[in-house]
Structure formats: structure tokens, C-alpha cells
């Protein structure tokens, strides 16, 4: 794959005006809505639910890749599914049964994503990367915004790229948390596909033209 994906997470939109915040990204050169879905449990974080999923969904142009930071997340596949959700990542460490989970989210119609969080080795990938859309690798700790990139991250992105061609797996690499103009360009060199970006684009004062920077940076 050729264009490589933005993806602003809504979590550090302005809640007040979420609609206009959608629009802005509809009309940006942004590709993906990257949604953060958090229990409280598997995250010490609570971000929001089904009703604003299905009200981002009625404005939304563009795929909704959502990511689910939540203990026991096959309860709600098909749920996620009837929103109008296109991507579902669930993180490894929440599925006891990897494997079943990625089958169930496909089975729904939707591309099957896994994430990783930073403590959590790629080679736990091995066996199941053939059944992977999307690999995110986790940046920054999962649970809040805000953070400072991981810089183990690009080790991480180089060793699944690795697997990833390896296997002969068609699944793309996302990188989540920390994201700036600084550090997009070098982990697209060692093969990053997407980027969610959210504090560096919702927190500056034009956040399209940031997008639109960010797409510059990688291009």
C-alpha cells in the first residue's frame, strides 16, 4: 500500500463541538476516525460509548477505526459491527483466545485489528499475523492522551515489519500515542501504514492544516 493513512482520534476532540470537530476531519485530508473505546478496567480511563459511536457514525465520511482498550471485547463485536464500524482492534493482552476473536470481527464484515501494548513483544504475532488487518502498535501506556512517544516504538515497528514480510501477511502496521510532524516521518521509513494522531492535531490552532502537514511529512 502506497498512501499512507492519518488517522486524528477523536478523544482529544472538543466533546462540546464534537459534530464540528467530524467535519473538520471530513473535510480534512485525514483518511481514518480513529475511536478510543475505554472501560475503566483494562485502562484506568473511561472515554465513551455506544451512543456517541453511533452519533460519530451519523456524520462520519470516512472509515471508523476503532480501537478497543476493554476486558472481554468479544461481547461486543457484532455491536460495533451494526454501528457502522469498517475496522474493530482489539488488544492482545484482553483475548484469551486471539485467534476466535479475529475470526468473529470477520465475520461481522469488518477488518480485524490487534493491539500491543508497549511491554507486549511483536513475536506473540507469530502464529496469528496471516489473520491480522491491522497490527497498532501502542506508543505510548493505552488509557490516556497526551503522552510522550515510547522510543522503543521504532525497534518495534522494524521487527514487525520483519514478521509481517516473513509471513507474507497483508496486515498494516498503525502506530498510536505520541504522534508529532518529529517522528511520523521515521516510522513510515521502517514501514509504519497509519498514524492516529490526536493531541498534535485537535490541540493546534488550525487542525487541518496540521493533518494536512502530517500527510506532507509522509508522502
Not at 462520519?60 to 471485547?73: C, G, N, Q, S, Y
Not at 498503525?174 to 521515521?186: L, T
Not at 493546534?204 to 502530517?214: V, Y
Amino acid at each position: 500500500m502506497d498512501t499512507k493513512i492519518i488517522a486524528p482520534s477523536l478523544l482529544a476532540a472538543d466533546f462540546a463541538n464534537l459534530q464540528r470537530d467530524i467535519e473538520m476531519v471530513n473535510q480534512s485530508e485525514a483518511d481514518w476516525f480513529h475511536l478510543d473505546i475505554m472501560d475503566g478496567v483494562f485502562v484506568p480511563n473511561i472515554s465513551f460509548g455506544m451512543p456517541v459511536v453511533e452519533a460519530i457514525a451519523k456524520h462520519a465520511k470516512k472509515p471508523l477505526d476503532t480501537h478497543l482498550m476493554i476486558v472481554d471485547p468479544d461481547r461486543y463485536i457484532k455491536t460495533f459491527a451494526d454501528l457502522g464500524v469498517h475496522h474493530l482492534t482489539v488488544h492482545y493482552e484482553a483475548c484469551s483466545h486471539l485467534h476466535r476473536t479475529l475470526q468473529a470481527i470477520k465475520a461481522e464484515g469488518m477488518k480485524a485489528g490487534v493491539a500491543l501494548n508497549p511491554h507486549t513483544s511483536i513475536n506473540l504475532l507469530e502464529d496469528t499475523i496471516q489473520d491480522i488487518d491491522i497490527v497498532i502498535v501502542m506508543s505510548v501506556n493505552p488509557g490516556f492522551g497526551g503522552q510522550s512517544f515510547i522510543e522503543n516504538t521504532y525497534q518495534k515497528v522494524s521487527d514487525l515489519k520483519n514478521l509481517i514480510e516473513r509471513k507474507n501477511s497483508n496486515a498494516l502496521i498503525e502506530i498510536d500515542g505520541g504522534v508529532n510532524a518529529g517522528n511520523a516521518k521515521k516510522m513510515i521509513d521502517l514501514g509504519a501504514d497509519a498514524l492516529v494522531a490526536g493531541s498534535f492535531v485537535f490541540k493546534s490552532e488550525q487542525p487541518a492544516e496540521t493533518i494536512k502537514h502530517l500527510k506532507e511529512v509522509i508522502a
